[in-house]
């Protein structure tokens, strides 16, 4: 019985992107841990790197913990997911979306005594999009994007 | 389907749907960018560079749906050798192109006063600058293989399926990793954006879909134009060499 060539070639294009496709996937499964473009505060406290390397923080800025330190020119907070907290220091100029409740990457080292010390801090937005006249309907959209941010 | 496989019906409906095709997608789309630029309210937090978004997501969406058009004309040009899917796939090449690199310069604008960068190499912004150079080297290797095997040429069919791997890897990126951009928006299961933002948003996807498909078709009829000159020309040298 004679197969059809068009049906042949369907068949041998389908069978090249199965395999195409399982390589790909085999790839990503690969990359999960390595493509991550920040640690979250469980992966830090977990396995915390060596105060030689630097490494990304990210995760949600808890709500009243942003201070100015004595200096006056350093501010400490603490980053948080919903499993594990992490303190940090910076000194500089935060982005402008930097407050507290958002989402935030902190690029910088762990320091000896378990406080994340940033030396670039990068504003997070997350994918809530609300119009300034409706400010007051935001709690549970933050808890929502908080519970996603792990 | 193959009902449009022939060139000369193909060519009388796109006479009228290119032209009704640009036309509304350039009034719909200028509407919608009028609307998001001057009268949608500004975001709670990032204030007025939100409305980046009104040309950041059209060009996105059009820069992966440009590739997936690629993707679907290659298939159907190695299974079923349609005579116009190889044309396709040529003249989704450039504009997807161009709405990817729009996509990519708004979005380094708006990180600059949204995030503090410019970029950074997260999974969303890596895997959609793959894509431009991936059109790069599409519209490259069509036109060199065109030149030696003619429209018909396997080569870019092949790697327009191989290169559309990236597309669900840019869509899941912020999903499976860890990343500066924020995860998706709008999904099937709804809109975690406020319908003040999400309907001139939408309008400005489908002006700017109109658009895109308009010049498409546009580049379409420019190519088959070309061949039959092409064409033309060889009979005529043809027949003045006998």
């Not at chain 1, 119009?131 to 309907?137: A, F, I, S, Y």
């Not at chain 2, 519209?139 to 290169?163: H, R, W």
Request: glycine content about 10%.
């Amino acid at each position: 019985m004679a197969i059809k060539a068009k049906h042949q070639r369907l068949v041998l294009l389908g069978i090249a992107m199965v395999v195409l496709i399982g390589a790909a996937i085999l790839a990503i499964w690969a990359l999960r841990n390595q493509a991550s473009y920040f640690y979250v505060p469980r992966e830090i406290i977990a396995n915390p790197p060596e105060s030689s390397r630097g490494v990304r923080l990210g995760g949600m800025v808890e709500k009243g913990s942003i201070h100015t330190l004595p200096d006056g020119v350093s501010i400490a907070f603490v980053v948080e997911d919903n499993q594990a907290k992490v303190p940090v220091t910076f000194r500089g100029i935060v982005p402008s979306l930097f407050v507290e409740g958002s989402g935030v990457v902190a690029e910088g080292h762990m320091g000896s005594d378990g406080t994340f010390v940033a030396d670039n801090l990068l504003a997070k937005h997350d994918e809530n999009y609300v119009p300034r006249e409706m400010q007051n309907m935001t709690g549970k959209q933050m808890q929502q994007a908080m519970a996603k941010g792990k | 389907m193959h009902g449009f496989a022939n060139p000369a019906r193909f060519l009388r409906i796109a006479r009228w749907l290119m032209p009704l095709c640009m036309g509304a997608g350039i009034f719909i789309a200028l509407a919608a960018l009028g609307w998001g630029l001057l009268f949608a309210p500004a975001e709670r937090l990032q204030g007025e560079t939100v409305r980046i978004v009104y040309l950041h997501v059209p060009s996105a969406w059009l820069g992966m749906a440009g590739w997936s058009g690629i993707a679907i004309a290659s298939f159907t040009q190695l299974v079923w050798r349609h005579p116009l899917a190889g044309i396709a796939a040529r003249a989704c090449a450039v504009p997807g192109a161009v709405f990817t690199a729009i996509c990519l310069v708004t979005g380094s604008l708006w990180g600059r006063p949204a995030w503090g960068t410019w970029w950074v190499w997260d999974g969303r912004l890596t895997s959609m600058l793959v894509l431009l150079f991936l059109y790069f080297g599409w519209i490259a290797l069509a036109q060199a293989s065109e030149a030696s095997d003619g429209a018909d040429s396997k080569a870019p069919a092949i790697f327009g399926l191989v290169g559309a791997i990236n597309i669900p890897i840019i869509h899941y990126s912020v999903i499976w990793w860890n990343s500066q951009h924020q995860p998706p928006s709008i999904t099937t299961g709804g809109s975690a954006m406020s319908g003040a933002f999400l309907w001139p948003l939408l309008i400005a996807m489908l002006g700017f879909t109109l658009l895109f498909a308009g010049v498409v078709l546009a580049r379409m009829r420019a190519i088959l134009a070309q061949q039959q000159a092409e064409a033309r020309l060889r009979r005529k040298a043809l027949a003045q060499g006998n």
